[in-house]
């Protein structure tokens, strides 16, 4: 018979109906070799106590298992609903007090659950907003120009201004979406950064090659300070990417006839690799914005971004344990410095 199955009425039931049985039985049997009628007098005696006794046990267990059951399921439904934590039991030995323990560590795992769920779609929230926004500007404009395409007989001077306009949206927009993937790709896990002993000079001529175009055509002078020798537990694709984002803007913000200067110093914990630039700097108060995702500042909305370059950046140089700094002052250039882990 499996007891695990039937109701705690039924085996109650059973048990009295075997006791009864057997104390019965008992009795019959001393009856039988002694004769005497005093150990049938006793043996009922005996058997009517036994089950006075559990009687007794079974209505208090009853109660006992309905309160405990009401506060069960009163427990439960506050951790679907969320309006509070299950109360423990003081006596830590007995079942229910394991039980309300279990259900107090559900409860956590619940909760740090729903707060991650909550995280995860304010982030949601946020990243539609951002990018919506991002993509509105463009998006105006491309359809400002081709309606006045449409509508209005244009010079082929005034033709190709328009098409040229619409080249640069269209860049604009794919620019956004390479950034988004690459973003989402590194924050979902999608993308591992796997470190490997290479040397740094490798990585800084993947992440110049980037901006050699932009630097000539500025007149802004680059140079490199980086042993040859020199490897570095990293990984050099991302890195790269992470030390062009810098070197880009750098560029973007830095005058005609300006100054570019990489460097790579080992120190003893970090290897630090240092982009500073004789643009038109950072303030203070902004400093701790720059690696927020879209963000942009007000006096450089003319400039060609969108303000995920430092954000990735950062996302990347985090991912290998390392961190970025900056150090700028208004009108007196930039010094981004990327920290990797010298082991």
């Not at 006075?52 to 439904?77: G, I, N, P």
């Not at 924050?187 to 110049?208: F, N, Q, W, Y």
Request: aromatic fraction near 8%; hydrophobic fraction near 40%.
């Amino acid at each position: 018979m499996n007891l695990g199955r039937n109701s705690v009425k039924k085996i109650f039931l059973l048990t009295w109906v075997g006791m009864a049985i057997s104390m019965l039985s008992i009795c019959a049997i001393l009856l039988w070799m002694t004769g005497e009628s005093w150990v049938l007098i006793c043996g009922g005696l005996l058997m009517l106590c036994a089950l006075a006794w559990m009687f007794f046990l079974t209505v208090v267990f009853s109660k006992r298992l309905s309160v405990f059951t009401r506060e069960l399921c009163q427990a439960m439904d506050q951790m679907i609903s969320g309006r509070g934590e299950p109360v423990r039991a003081v006596d830590s030995e007995t079942l229910f007090a394991r039980i309300g323990y279990r259900l107090s560590r559900l409860y956590g795992i619940m909760q740090e659950n729903r707060r991650k769920v909550d995280e995860e779609r304010q982030e949601l929230q946020m990243l539609v907003s951002d990018v919506s926004h991002q993509v509105k500007t463009p998006v105006s404009n491309l359809k400002m120009v081709t309606d006045t395409l449409l509508s209005k007989s244009v010079t082929e001077e005034e033709r190709r201004e328009f098409l040229q306009g619409i080249r640069n949206q269209t860049d604009k927009l794919e620019f956004l979406f390479q950034a988004l993937v690459k973003t989402s790709r590194l924050e979902t896990g999608a993308i591992r950064l796997e470190k490997k002993v290479s040397p740094v000079i490798d990585t800084l001529a993947m992440a110049l090659s980037g901006i050699v175009y932009a630097a000539e055509k500025k007149n802004i002078s680059v140079t490199v300070d980086c042993p040859e020798d020199f490897c570095l537990s990293h990984d050099s694709k991302w890195t790269s990417e992470a030390v062009f984002n810098l070197l880009d803007n750098a560029v973007k913000y830095t005058p005609a006839g300006g100054n570019i200067s990489v460097s790579v110093v080992q120190w003893e914990m970090f290897a630090e690799i240092k982009v500073t630039d004789t643009g038109k700097g950072i303030s203070e108060t902004n400093q701790a914005a720059i690696f927020r995702r879209f963000y942009r500042e007000e006096e450089v909305h003319d400039e060609q971004g969108v303000g995920i370059g430092l954000y990735l950046t950062r996302e990347i140089v985090t991912g290998q344990g390392g961190y970025i700094k900056v150090a700028s002052e208004s009108g007196q250039g930039s010094e981004f410095s990327i920290m990797l882990p010298a082991r």
